[in-house]
């Protein structure tokens, strides 16, 4: 089957433009994860859409960054103003549910990379 | 404040051998690890996990060991392969709640024919 999709999957911007990235999660999935990976760097979790409930925004760096997920499914992040510590690898996960009756695995896209110039 | 460390950046094995990779967590926190392994241009893919209550896990030549009381978790992969070439990720997480992912900074495995 499809996995999780995510465009595009390279963007170069300059620093001060806005930028769009999408995520397509697996059909069925209500958890959905936005994580970056900067250069040499781990991945560092940003934010947590599940079902209908607010989403968990801690890990966003700053409120240039936000995001939102659609009827349930496909998700956007949107960072404004862009600066050049954005530059990363920006990868999108899907899950079957994160309801705490077990561990659901996180399926991985194959990432945005961005480059602030 | 890097709750998940991977304190080897490389490491090189002759295939057929043992591939051990290390990993150390500082939140006592976290209930569930696992181990991801990431080609280029690609996201991480699952590789083996392992919950708090146990001290090891097994998948056909992968295996995790957890030891709690010092934090220490590592993946062996016997015996290597070529194609295990690539970087591993470990994770941790907490069962209840979002389960998101901490991740250490990754260790880059190449196996040498």
Not at chain 2, 25 to 48: R, V
Not at chain 2, 90 to 95: K, T
Request: with cysteine; charged share 20%.
């Amino acid at each position: 089957g499809a996995g999780v999709s995510q465009s595009p999957s390279n963007k170069v911007t300059e620093k001060g433009k806005d930028v769009e990235l999408r995520c397509d999660p697996i059909s069925g999935h209500t958890a959905l994860y936005w994580y970056r990976q900067s250069l040499g760097q781990g991945l560092e979790f940003l934010i947590y859409f599940q079902g209908n409930s607010a989403p968990d925004k801690s890990g966003l760096p700053s409120d240039r960054f936000s995001a939102e997920r659609t009827g349930g499914s496909v998700s956007t992040l949107t960072i404004q103003r862009t600066q050049q510590e954005d530059s990363a690898v920006y990868l999108c996960a899907s899950s079957l549910a994160s309801s705490g009756q077990g561990f659901y695995e996180q399926y991985f896209g194959p990432g945005t990379r961005l480059t602030v110039t | 404040d890097q709750q998940v460390k991977q304190n080897s950046p490389s490491l090189s094995v002759q295939e057929g051998r043992i591939s051990i990779l290390n990993c150390d967590y500082t939140n006592s926190m976290f209930d569930y690890f696992l181990w991801y392994k990431k080609y280029p241009a690609e996201g991480p893919t699952f590789l083996i996990s392992i919950s708090s209550i146990k001290d090891k896990n097994e998948d056909g030549r992968f295996t995790v060991f957890l030891n709690k009381s010092a934090k220490h978790l590592s993946l062996h992969i016997v015996p290597s392969q070529p194609g295990d070439s690539a970087v591993y990720f470990c994770a941790a997480s907490v069962i209840q709640g979002a389960q998101k992912l901490v991740f250490g900074q990754g260790t880059r495995l190449t196996i040498n024919p």
